[in-house]
């Protein structure tokens, strides 16, 4: 199985490292490595036999650059996808939205237990599942992360559009069935995907999400549209709320 190594530190000795790594189905752990020859003592297993034999079915995610029509350079996502794909044959499409705005999607480390294995479900049921690194995530530059700047969901929305067109061009994507799920800022991104592309997202669930900034904006995410004082304007307009009337497909929207 693929291990990422995440963080590291080294022994006052000099003699061992303490290392956390994690994996696309591990969550993360500690191990014990010699400085000189190499070899690995594992400190912490928190996985029971039944998930071990489990997760040795699941679908690997691909890593993969995405052209962007928008933005100089590209896009990266985590693609899960039948390890082969029958001819001719076009397969709906879930975009998963990861929330927290500033993080990172697109890599092997396990970042939610929960949504990889709906995401493993999905694709046992035929579907193309993509977790897509948008505009505002972390991990690819200042210019990346400070284009959403007061501007919040509109670059993203548009970032999901190249995200679906490149499945369709490369993977055999369904662009006529696609849906999308997100929780969080993932949930927020779920609104705006079903009121400013309605044409594309047939259908959309929405957990947890941000509705109305001017309730949010203390949150790190709704601090990139300064304050309701200084920018009201901006605040209105990347308003999930604001943009509601534009719904024209089917919306469930999952919150406590």
Not at 11 to 22: F, K, M, N, T
Not at 47 to 66: C, M, N, S, T
Not at 170 to 199: I, K, T
Request: charged share 20%; with cysteine.
């Amino acid at each position: 199985a693929q291990v990422v190594l995440d963080a590291f530190r080294l022994s006052p000795d000099g003699r061992q490292l303490a290392v956390r790594h994690s994996g696309p189905y591990l969550p993360l752990q500690l191990s014990l490595v010699d400085a000189d020859s190499g070899a690995t003592r594992r400190i912490t297993d928190t996985q029971g036999e039944a998930i071990k034999a489990r997760a040795v079915g699941l679908v690997q995610p691909r890593i993969l650059p995405i052209p962007s029509s928008r933005f100089p350079g590209q896009l990266w996502g985590r693609l899960l996808r039948p390890a082969t794909l029958e001819p001719g044959r076009r397969y709906p499409v879930v975009l998963i939205l990861h929330g927290g705005n500033g993080v990172q999607a697109a890599t092997p480390r396990l970042a939610s237990a929960r949504e990889a294995l709906f995401a493993n479900f999905l694709v046992g049921q035929g579907y193309l599942v993509l977790e897509p690194d948008y505009r505002g995530s972390l991990g690819y530059g200042r210019d990346f992360r400070e284009s959403v700047y007061r501007r919040l969901g509109f670059a993203e929305v548009e970032d999901l559009r190249d995200a679906v067109a490149y499945l369709v061009a490369e993977h055999q994507g369904a662009g006529d069935r696609v849906g999308a799920y997100g929780c969080s800022y993932g949930g927020y991104l779920g609104y705006m995907a079903a009121f400013l592309a309605p044409d594309l997202f047939k259908a959309v669930t929405a957990a947890n999400g941000f509705a109305d900034w001017q309730l949010s904006y203390a949150d790190n995410s709704g601090k990139l549209l300064d304050s309701p004082e200084i920018n009201p304007a901006a605040f209105l307009a990347s308003s999930a709320t604001t943009q509601a009337h534009q719904l024209n497909g089917q919306l469930l929207i999952v919150h406590n």
